[in-house]
């Protein structure tokens, strides 16, 4: 039982080093697209699309990556993943126009945003953990906010004691190093060592199998009420987020706050869905998500409302800024929490990628059009308010999503 607690939560610890790593994809954008402005003077909201070819093609490929990941070795694909994510700085810092930087983060850097991302250590850590899996999963996914208070700093040092192409490849030879250290720690299943899911003398989970769904057709999952909702709770949350973190550095510089300072805002940002994440763990097990989900909506809507006095100095930002992140934060394990939860752990891959598909459908647009409303109105007031209501809308869905298993309509597919 020891070895077997001992073995699963390095499993845990390795997924928080591998989100943390993915987490520079997005909160470190904003001090790269500094010297990317520079270099290349797209506008602002041409700028922020990179994120958005960044959702379109994880989303696009999500569903197929998700049933793949059920099936293939995790160990191999977290590997190819960093390997991905390192080559995608290296291409960018070799690029000659935007048009390059956009290629890139759609064929190398959203590959690897789903082969070290959520979506795997999810699949992961539902394979080692069954009554303890809140825990895990929620100290696993706190590595997005360990990665966002460690990178961004380092990739700002990068870029203002090196040209900022060199920047790029030493961060490269960073996230490589990181990547495949951390996956040579990687065990597929518990079974590969003799053990169980929590270090119980039986997999209790597995030995209903029979009587559990395998798989599930994707008609079946699209006539589920509940996977729409938690679709559209998460997606609400997370596409403000990704919105405000990519346009922060320069939403900060906007109003006179200088480079580095702004940089650190990341990390106050980070620091607080760390603190959130943390949270999560410690209650994911014990009380009812509903009321989590709730909570988290609330206070998120609080933090859009304080980045609208944004011209009101650092204070107010950071302020803004710590809400959303603590708030926010709490939301984005709630997915993974729900999967097994709700569908089974067999089919987490899956049901995690058709449910990327449609969140991240939504992060889509949330990036240049938060950088769309700066152009038009010269100021984020406008788009702050939006997310502030729509959270205060996703409300009413909390009550009525589905907690738990339901008897399926029809007769589902079983594994070949």
Avoid at 229 to 250: C, F, P, R
């Amino acid at each position: 039982m020891e070895r077997s607690f001992a073995v699963g939560w390095r499993q845990v610890g390795a997924c928080l080093v591998l989100l943390a790593v993915t987490a520079m994809i997005t909160s470190s954008y904003s001090v790269i697209a500094v010297p990317l402005a520079k270099e290349f003077h797209p506008s602002r909201m041409w700028l922020m699309f990179a994120m958005t070819v960044l959702s379109g093609v994880s989303a696009l490929i999500s569903p197929s990556v998700g049933k793949l990941l059920d099936r293939v070795s995790l160990q191999k694909a977290m590997a190819l993943g960093g390997v991905l994510l390192a080559l995608g700085f290296v291409a960018i810092s070799f690029a000659q126009s935007f048009n390059h930087v956009l290629i890139v983060y759609g064929l190398l850097v959203a590959p690897a945003n789903l082969l070290i991302g959520p979506l795997a250590c999810t699949v992961l850590l539902t394979r080692w953990f069954a009554k303890r899996r809140g825990t895990a999963l929620g100290v696993a996914i706190a590595g997005i906010s360990v990665g966002g208070v460690i990178f961004p700093p380092v990739m700002q040092y990068l870029l203002e004691n090196l040209e900022w192409r060199m920047g790029l490849r030493a961060l490269a030879l960073i996230v490589l190093a990181i990547t495949l250290l951390t996956t040579a720690f990687i065990v597929n299943y518990p079974a590969d060592r003799g053990l169980n899911p929590d270090g119980a003398a039986v997999d209790a989970e597995a030995s209903l199998a029979a009587n559990k769904v395998r798989t599930i057709p994707a008609t079946t999952l699209l006539r589920d009420p509940t996977f729409w909702m938690i679709a559209v709770l998460v997606a609400t949350v997370t596409a403000g987020l990704k919105g405000m973190v990519t346009n922060l550095v320069s939403l900060a510089t906007d109003v006179g706050i200088a480079a580095g300072s702004a940089a650190f805002l990341i990390s106050i940002y980070a620091s607080s869905g760390f603190v959130a994440k943390l949270g999560f763990a410690v209650m994911a097990d014990r009380m009812n998500p509903r009321l989590m989900m709730a909570v988290s909506l609330i206070g998120y809507a609080l933090g859009c409302v304080a980045m609208i006095w944004a011209d009101a100095g650092y204070t107010a930002i950071a302020t803004g800024v710590a809400l959303m992140g603590f708030f926010g934060g709490m939301m984005i394990p709630m997915e993974s929490f729900l999967i097994p939860r709700i569908w089974g752990r067999e089919v987490v891959g899956r049901v995690g990628g058709m449910l990327n598909l449609l969140i991240m459908s939504f992060l889509l647009i949330s990036p240049p059009l938060f950088g769309r409303i700066y152009d038009v109105t010269g100021s984020y007031d406008v788009i702050f308010g939006l997310f502030a209501g729509l959270a205060v809308m996703m409300l009413l869905l909390v009550p009525i999503v589905r907690l738990g298993a339901a008897k399926p309509a029809e007769p589902v597919t079983p594994v070949a």
